[in-house]
C-alpha cells in the first residue's frame, strides 16, 4: 500500500463545473496536508495546506480534512481551463519528510 | 513572495562526468530538499539539510552528494553521472517552525544524461 494515494485520471469536468480530487494515507500519526498544483513542464505550486479537521476555504479553493477516515480532499469551484494541471496531494507526519501522492490529473473542457 | 531558483533550466551531460546542481533561496529558509521526478514514480526525495552543513538522506541517495556552505544555498552533485540519472530536479525549500512543513519549488532542473 502506498503511503499516500491519488487516483492518476484524468478527471474530465466542464467549465464551471465543481472538481473534486481526492487522496488517501496509511500513516495515521500524519499531521500536515497540502495541495500542490502542477502545470506540464513546470514544478509543483503550493495552493492549500490543512492542519484540522473540516474544511478550510481560499477563492474557489476548498480543502477537507477528515482524519478518521485518512482521507483529503480538494475541491476547485467554478473550474476553468487554466485549472487543468497534476494536483499533488501531499503528507507530513510532523518531521522534515514529506511524502507526496503521483498525482491527479485534471482536465477543464472548455 | 519565496523565490527558489535553481541555476540551470536544461543540462545536457555526458555519462561519467561529475554533474553541479545549484539551488538559492532568499526567504531565509532553514529546511531545503533536492527531489527528482519521473513519469509514473512521482516525486522522490534524494536529500535534505535542516541548516547549513547538516544533510540526512532521503529515500534515493545513491549516486549523489549534497553541499550547503552557506543558508540560502543547497547544491546537488552527481558524483558520475549515468543515464539512468536522467530526470527532473527539483529543489524546494521549508521555513523554520513547528508546523510549517510547507514546501516551496525551485523551476526544475531537466537533465538528460547522454
Known amino acids: 500500500q502506498k503511503e499516500v494515494e491519488q487516483n492518476s485520471g484524468p478527471l474530465s469536468v466542464p467549465e464551471g463545473a465543481i472538481a473534486s480530487l481526492n487522496c488517501t494515507y496509511s500513516?495515521?500519526?500524519?499531521?500536515?496536508f497540502f495541495w500542490y498544483r502542477q502545470y506540464s513542464g513546470k514544478s509543483p505550486e503550493l495552493i492549500m495546506f490543512?492542519?484540522?479537521?473540516g474544511d478550510k476555504e481560499d477563492g474557489r479553493f476548498t480543502a477537507q480534512l477528515n482524519k478518521a477516515s485518512q482521507y483529503v480532499s480538494l475541491l476547485i469551484r467554478d473550474s476553468q481551463p487554466s485549472d487543468s494541471a497534476t494536483y499533488l496531494c501531499?503528507?507530513?507526519?510532523?518531521?522534515?519528510?514529506?511524502?507526496f501522492g503521483a498525482g491527479t490529473r485534471l482536465f477543464v473542457k472548455a | 513572495d519565496v523565490k527558489v531558483t535553481q541555476s540551470s533550466r536544461y543540462l545536457v551531460k555526458r555519462t561519467g562526468e561529475k554533474v553541479f546542481l545549484e539551488c538559492v533561496q532568499d526567504?531565509?529558509?532553514?529546511?531545503m530538499f533536492w527531489y527528482r521526478q519521473d513519469p509514473g514514480l512521482g516525486l522522490r526525495l534524494i536529500y535534505f539539510?535542516?541548516?547549513?552543513?547538516?544533510?540526512e538522506k532521503g529515500d534515493i541517495p545513491e549516486g549523489y552528494s549534497v553541499s550547503r556552505e552557506k543558508k540560502e544555498r543547497f547544491s546537488l552533485i552527481l558524483e558520475s553521472a549515468s543515464t539512468n540519472q536522467t530526470s527532473m530536479y527539483l529543489c524546494?525549500?521549508?521555513?523554520?517552525?513547528?508546523?510549517?512543513?510547507?514546501?516551496?519549488f525551485g523551476p526544475g532542473t531537466r537533465l538528460t544524461v547522454t
Open positions: 539539510s535542516y541548516d547549513v552543513k547538516m544533510k
Open positions: 524546494a525549500s521549508s521555513p523554520p517552525g513547528t508546523g510549517r512543513y510547507e514546501q516551496y
Open positions: 490543512i492542519y484540522s479537521n
Open positions: 526567504m531565509d529558509h532553514e529546511n
Open positions: 500513516d495515521r500519526g500524519s499531521q500536515s
Open positions: 501531499a503528507v507530513n507526519k510532523g518531521g522534515f519528510k514529506t511524502i
